[in-house]
């Protein structure tokens, strides 16, 4: 069964950065495009970022371009969320997800537990 882990949420000040990682269990992520989500209290989860088998990227929102990005370590069993010029607004629980397709298509499959990311003063 896939497994997926996140990590490396926390508090940052606003302006700060913090870097997240999604790691797999048991099995490699280059056959997967991975996705980021986000879901804030109060609010539907939505994506963030995602890189395809290819390493091509998509911006699911455009709140982040500029700030965030994503990559995967060299032996494929990472992917990164690299959090940039952090706002309050980036307060949020940081999901990551298997893509149904080899392609960022937004449809997930296998979802991490997620990591608490907090932006805050």
């Known amino acids: 069964q896939l497994h997926l882990v996140e990590s490396g949420g926390g508090l940052a000040q606003p302006g700060g950065s913090l870097r997240l990682s999604c790691a797999a269990s048991?099995?490699?992520?280059?056959?997967?495009?991975i996705g980021w989500f986000r879901q804030a209290p109060g609010k539907e989860r939505e994506g963030v970022l995602c890189i395809s088998i290819n390493d091509d990227i998509t911006y699911y929102s455009d709140s982040v371009k500029g700030r965030f990005t994503i990559s995967r370590d060299n032996a494929k069993t990472t992917v990164y969320l690299q959090m940039n010029s952090l706002k309050p607004e980036d307060t949020a629980v940081y999901y990551c997800?298997?893509?149904?397709?080899?392609?960022?298509?937004?449809?997930?499959?296998?979802w991490g537990q997620g990591t608490q990311v907090t932006v805050s003063s």
């Open positions: 997800a298997t893509d149904l397709f080899y392609s960022c298509s937004g449809q997930s499959v296998h």
């Open positions: 048991g099995f490699t992520l280059d056959k997967f495009a």
